[in-house]
Nanobody, 115 residues
Framework: QVQLVESGGGLVQAGGSLRLSCAASGSRFSIYAMGWYRQAPGKQRELVAAISSGGSTNYADSVKGRFTISRDNAKSTVYLQLDSLKPEDTAVYYC?????????WGQGTQVTVSS
């Protein structure tokens, strides 16, 4: 069992930055693929960025060059650095851990970008 707790969301002006953290409890964090997703009001949840257990990353086209995902296995934490934020980045951001049939989600953290 893995529990995920996100933090770091908030209100920021367009062009600003935030750093989201997702702390995992439970064992063997390093074997999980980790991802950040977001869901805006009235829209479907979408993948923002993901990082494999080996450290490979991929990003949604809409955030490439602006967001950076990273992980610290010693701290059982995955990060999402959000730079050059835009109003359309406003959403609840969720952390996800996956390995095979195991699939865990955090409770989400709100990011609001004002114009």
């Amino acid at each position: 069992q893995v529990q995920l707790v996100e933090s770091g969301g908030g209100l920021v002006q367009a062009g600003g930055s935030l750093r989201l953290s997702c702390a995992a409890s439970g064992s063997r964090f390093s074997i999980y693929a980790m991802g950040w997703y977001r869901q805006a009001p009235g829209k479907q949840r979408e993948l923002v960025a993901a990082i494999s257990s080996g450290g490979s990353t991929n990003y949604a086209d809409s955030v490439k060059g602006r967001f950076t995902i990273s992980r610290d296995n010693a701290k059982s934490t995955v990060y999402l650095q959000l730079d050059s934020l835009k109003p359309e980045d406003t959403a609840v951001y969720y952390c996800r851990a996956q390995r095979g049939a195991y699939d865990y989600w955090g409770q989400g953290t709100q990011v609001t970008v004002s114009s």
